[in-house]
């Protein structure tokens, strides 16, 4: 695959130092304009500060950019022809010379041809509710079962149905370990009913599950669940009533495929008065910490 490395990413690939991929799509569809330029910089940001070189993915006029320059993340976040590309859209993309933003699917997929072992973003879209009729079921999780890199997540949106998440994570062979926690989270919130397998409590020790998984030589992903920081967390049974609203909205506007998950943030956003968007940049700012502390320890780790 053809990448165009922004100079600042190449230099830390080549030196080996601590790199963090971050996806787009999160920027373009998941904030508002142009407040989502605020939280794409935002980011980077805390990676740069938690001493890692962050790298966006976007496609930009056809072009693979692993690193975005200052005007590539302003067009990404204010320009509206960047459509959302996971997996299946990619080809289409490129080959017709579109930008677009990458998904947690398409986003690990290049990351990991590109050398980077650990991706942050915000929750991973996973299985919708009602999938047994409609089968709606993120690319995420498959590209999770074959793609090895460290993705650090918030859990997945509470907007699906986490437990069926779980269920076919399990059968994609991922591990999913909870960072300080017992249960999957649920983006919004700390935890769900649902329990995870495994739990590590410090960087250090999930350094070493992510190493072991690729000298197990596995192919799958290891998903680590860091729960969105208690202060900014909201309460479960408020965002539940939210959810319900907006996904009768959905349904009501015939609102189906890869428009869902947008649709249903921007309605969540409107019903909650604001108050998810404080939640989802602190979330995706705390897994962008994450990101780079796990960085920097695997690559301390290996030299020791
Ligand atoms: N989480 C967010 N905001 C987002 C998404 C996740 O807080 O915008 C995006 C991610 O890019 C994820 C995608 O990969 O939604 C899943 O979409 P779909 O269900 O159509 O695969
Ligand atoms: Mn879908």
Excluded at 46 to 75: C, F, K, Q, S, Y
Excluded at 90 to 104: C, E, I, N
Aim: hydrophobic share 45%; glycine share 10%.
């Amino acid at each position: 695959m053809r990448l165009r490395f922004s100079p600042a990413v190449r230099t830390a690939l080549e030196d080996g130092l601590p790199v963090v991929a971050l996806e787009s799509t999160i920027v373009a569809h998941g904030f508002p304009r142009p407040y989502n330029l605020e939280v794409g910089r935002a980011l980077e940001a805390t990676v740069e500060r938690e001493g890692a070189t962050p790298a966006t993915i976007a496609i930009v006029d056809g072009e693979v950019h692993v690193g975005l320059g200052d005007d590539e993340m302003e067009r990404l976040a204010l320009d509206e022809d960047f459509a959302k590309a996971s997996i299946p859209d990619l080809s289409v993309v490129v080959g017709m010379r579109q930008s677009a933003a990458t998904t947690v699917a398409s986003t690990a997929y290049i990351a990991h041809a590109a050398g980077i072992r650990v991706f942050a973003t915000g929750g991973i879209g996973g299985v919708h509710r009602g999938a047994g009729r409609t089968l709606d079921i993120s690319a995420d999780l498959a590209v999770l079962g074959r793609v090895p890199i460290a993705v650090v997540s918030a859990g997945a949106k509470a907007i699906l149905d986490l437990g069926l998440t779980l269920e076919v994570l399990e059968t994609q062979g991922v591990p999913v370990v909870g960072f300080g926690c017992d249960t999957f989270p649920a983006f919004y919130t700390r935890g769900s009913e649902h329990a995870l397998v495994a739990r590590v409590d410090d960087v250090d020790d999930l350094a070493r599950v992510v190493s072991a998984q690729w000298e197990l030589g596995q192919q799958q992903a290891v998903l680590v669940c860091n729960p969105v920081p208690e202060a900014d967390a909201l309460a479960s049974d408020e965002v539940e009533g939210w959810i319900r609203t907006a996904l009768a909205e959905a349904a009501a506007g015939g609102i189906r495929g890869k428009a869902m998950t947008p649709f249903l943030l921007h309605q969540l956003y409107g019903l909650s008065g604001g108050r998810t968007l404080k939640t989802n940049r602190a979330l995706a700012e705390h897994n962008a910490a994450l990101g780079a502390a796990l960085a920097r320890t695997l690559i301390r780790q290996a030299a020791a």
